[in-house]
């Protein structure tokens, strides 16, 4: 089972918190608490509703190991979204949660998991905003299918090519497609999306990006 969802792209309606939402709520910052982008952890038992995890019990699955053929991912490209970011390397905190990107205007990718371009599905996740405005993930609901990613390691560029974009409530994160196993090198890109809500101060939902790997 490859996990994959539907390729139906679902446009993301909000890029970012409207301007008033942010004054008024101090700011909806993407990947932080509340968020629930549902990052795998390598616990054996996680606890429930935490956040960047999946909302699995003791099933969660587990990161493969990253091949050694390639140097680690340093730089994330998306043409039609204009962005082009180094890549932080993201790990877990104490309660076994992804801790988010420093930088609002870079991304992360997980160092436990797969590296993009190894087998298996790599995640590189970032914020949707920040206090000042939209940070690097702002656009990424826009990705069409056929839109191309690159990711560089060492001098080598990685290409994948979306196949489709899943956008779903953070109780309900699609855990099985987007850690499930692959047949092939395959990448998601994770960031909030859905409406901000100002009593918690969150976007309600997540908005995964699926891609595979070109020849």
């Not at 968020?35 to 054996?44: F, I, P, Q, S």
């Not at 180094?86 to 949660?97: F, K």
Request: one cysteine or more.
């Amino acid at each position: 089972m490859t996990g994959r969802p539907d390729a139906t792209i679902r446009r993301h309606r909000d890029r970012g918190a409207p301007a008033t939402a942010l004054v008024a709520a101090g700011a909806a910052l993407c990947l932080v608490a509340g968020t629930g982008v549902g990052l795998a952890t390598t616990t054996t038992s996680p606890p429930p509703a935490v956040d960047w995890r999946p909302g699995c019990t003791t099933d969660c699955p587990r990161a493969a190991p990253r091949a050694a053929r390639l140097p680690a991912p340093t730089r994330v490209r998306v043409p039609r979204i204009a962005v082009d970011s180094p890549l932080e390397v993201l790990g877990v905190d104490a309660a076994g949660a992804l801790a988010p990107p420093v930088d609002f205007a870079r991304a992360g990718w997980y160092g436990a998991g797969p590296a993009p371009g190894d087998p298996g599905p790599a995640v590189i996740a970032g914020h949707l905003d920040s206090r000042t405005g939209p940070a690097v993930f702002a656009r990424l609901g826009e990705l069409r299918r056929g839109d191309r990613v690159q990711v560089w390691r060492g001098d080598r560029v990685v290409s994948f090519r979306v196949t489709g974009t899943v956008r779903a409530p953070k109780d309900r994160f699609p855990t099985a497609a987007v850690y499930g196993p692959t047949p092939g090198p395959e990448l998601r890109l994770v960031t909030c999306g859905g409406d901000f809500d100002r009593r918690t101060r969150h976007y309600r939902d997540n908005v995964v990006v699926f891609a595979v790997a070109e020849p």
